[in-house]
């Protein structure tokens, strides 16, 4: 044993104690406080409502962490810092407070009882699935709808270029949110006009304009009719039964010329490449623990397609952001 190689496995083990620090500087709104310039620890605690002592202390380990740096008028944000800011293009504030906040906390520190059941431990915590949950609480419900938009802007160019919308006049994006990447797509195609899909719940704090329709309902039940679908980071929350419903919903609102842009990471064949994609992994875990759904490879997703009648056509990897957009059409069916 090397002390190198224990440093490395120690890192793993006290990982969550800088993730906590992260995800207590973004829900106290310091990054927030921080925005205009340095503050002082009294004033600081008066904005975030916390105990000058303890928020130094916090603070003090933030700067070990590199988010903050003292200065002679008090603290202020560093360049990672700054990514924790809400609102601004690269922030993961929103992030840092959904997955290192209650639900998913708890939900991770009884994966040994998802692992040994199967089921999604976040379900036994509270009562209530990860979506019905989110909704019933609009703070958390906004929480979790901007976390989503946040890594949903990064991705969005590479995704938008990734997928091939010649001859497309509606494009429907399932499972939507906010409608960040749908404005996406309408932003480079001045012709194309969207329908943005989802729940009441998750169809909220809207950033889309005037050419898209805004449909809720249920995506196990029926979608609306368009040339084509994006469906992005919505097959890895379920399990593949519920999966193929979802696509199947899909196929059968389709026209025949219409294709699907499946947006989801994909992991690897080979265990020796495995190292490459540990946060995929951690994801994976994630959707065990959270909602019971599961990451999966490209032989994975291709036969969920063939299962709901669509055919894979192409896998084209997007730049910067780790997804993949999956090409699928209809296939005849007996």
Excluded at 37 to 51: H, I, N
Excluded at 109 to 115: I, R, T
Excluded at 160 to 168: E, I, K, M, S, Y
Excluded at 228 to 241: L, N, Q
Aim: hydrophobic share 45%; aromatic share 6%; charged share 20%.
């Amino acid at each position: 044993m090397t002390a190198a190689e224990r440093e490395r496995v120690a890192g793993m083990v006290f990982g969550f104690f800088p993730a906590q620090v992260v995800q207590t500087l973004a829900r106290l709104g310091v990054p927030d406080a921080l925005a205009a310039g340095p503050l002082g620890l009294d004033a600081l605690a008066d904005r975030t409502g916390a105990r000058p002592g303890p928020l130094g202390r916090l603070l003090r380990a933030a700067a070990g962490l590199d988010l903050v740096t003292g200065t002679a008028d008090g603290f202020e944000l560093t360049a990672g810092g700054q990514l924790l800011r809400t609102g601004l293009p690269g922030s993961i504030g929103n992030l840092a407070q959904l997955f290192c906040g209650d639900a998913v906390w708890r939900a991770w520190g009884e994966l040994e009882w998802s692992v040994r059941t199967g089921e999604p431990s976040f379900e036994k915590l509270t009562g209530h699935s990860s979506f019905a949950h989110f909704a019933a609480d609009p703070a958390l419900n906004a929480v979790f709808t901007e976390a989503m938009a946040e890594g949903t802007r990064r991705a969005a160019p590479g995704i938008v270029a990734a997928c091939d919308l010649t001859g497309v006049g509606t494009l429907a994006d399932v499972g939507g949110g906010n409608g960040t990447l749908l404005a996406a797509f309408l932003d480079a195609h001045p012709d194309l006009r969207g329908i943005l899909f989802d729940t009441p719940s998750g169809a909220s704090d809207l950033v889309v304009g005037e050419r898209c329709e805004v449909v809720t309902g249920d995506f196990f039940a029926d979608v609306p009719e368009a040339d084509a679908y994006v469906v992005k980071s919505v097959i890895h929350d379920w399990d593949d039964e519920r999966s193929v419903a979802i696509l199947s919903r899909i196929r059968e609102a389709a026209p025949a010329h219409a294709a699907v842009f499946v947006v989801e990471p994909v992991l690897v064949d080979e265990p020796a490449a495995l190292g490459a994609q540990r946060t995929l992994l951690m994801s994976d875990l994630n959707m065990l623990v959270c909602t019971g759904g599961r990451e999966r490879t490209e032989a994975e997703f291709a036969a969920l397609l063939e299962a709901a009648g669509l055919r894979l056509t192409a896998v084209t990897p997007t730049e910067a952001s780790g997804y993949s957009v999956l090409r699928a059409v209809r296939r005849a069916v007996p």
